[in-house]
Nanobody
Framework: QVQLVESGGGLAQAGASLRLSCSAS????????VGWFRQAPGKEREFVAG????????YYADSVKDRFTISRDNAKKTVSLQMNNLKPEDTAVYYC?????????????????WGQGTQVTVSS
C-alpha cells in the first residue's frame, strides 16, 4: 500500500521560513515526479510546485515563485518544499502527491497518490 507522509508544517510569522518534507512507503519516490498542492479554508486545492523524478525540472505557481523552492534527495527518498518569506495568504493545508508519467504538473488528476496533508499557518 502506498502512503505519502508530509511533515514540517506549523505556525510561523509573516516573513519567516518553514521547510516541508514528503516521504513515501510502498513506492520508490525517486521514480516519480512529485507535486505540492495546498488548500486554504473555503478555497479549492491549488498547485504550488512540482519536480521531475530526476530533480532537473521544476514548476511553480506564480504566487510562490521566488519564495518557495522544491527539491528532492533521491538518496534519502524525500521531496522538500522550502518556503521563505511566508505570507498570511500561504496559510493552508499542504499536500504532496506523486504524479503519473505524463500530463501537466498543474493538473490534480495527473497525480495518483496523495498524503494526508500538513497544516501551515502564517500570522501577520
Amino acid at each position: 500500500q502506498v502512503q505519502l507522509v508530509e511533515s514540517g508544517g506549523g505556525l510561523a510569522q509573516a516573513g519567516a521560513s518553514l521547510r516541508l518534507s514528503c516521504s513515501a512507503s510502498g513506492r520508490t519516490l525517486s521514480s516519480y515526479a512529485v507535486g505540492w498542492f495546498r488548500q486554504a479554508p473555503g478555497k479549492e486545492r491549488e498547485f504550488v510546485a512540482g519536480i521531475s523524478s530526476s530533480g532537473i525540472v521544476t514548476y511553480y505557481a506564480d504566487s510562490v515563485k521566488d519564495r518557495f523552492t522544491i527539491s528532492r534527495d533521491n538518496a534519502k527518498k524525500t521531496v522538500s518544499l522550502q518556503m521563505n518569506n511566508l505570507k498570511p495568504e500561504d496559510t493552508a493545508v499542504y499536500y504532496c502527491a506523486t504524479k503519473i508519467s505524463w500530463g501537466s504538473y498543474y493538473s490534480e488528476p495527473k497525480y495518483d497518490y496523495w498524503g494526508q496533508g500538513t497544516q501551515v499557518t502564517v500570522s501577520s
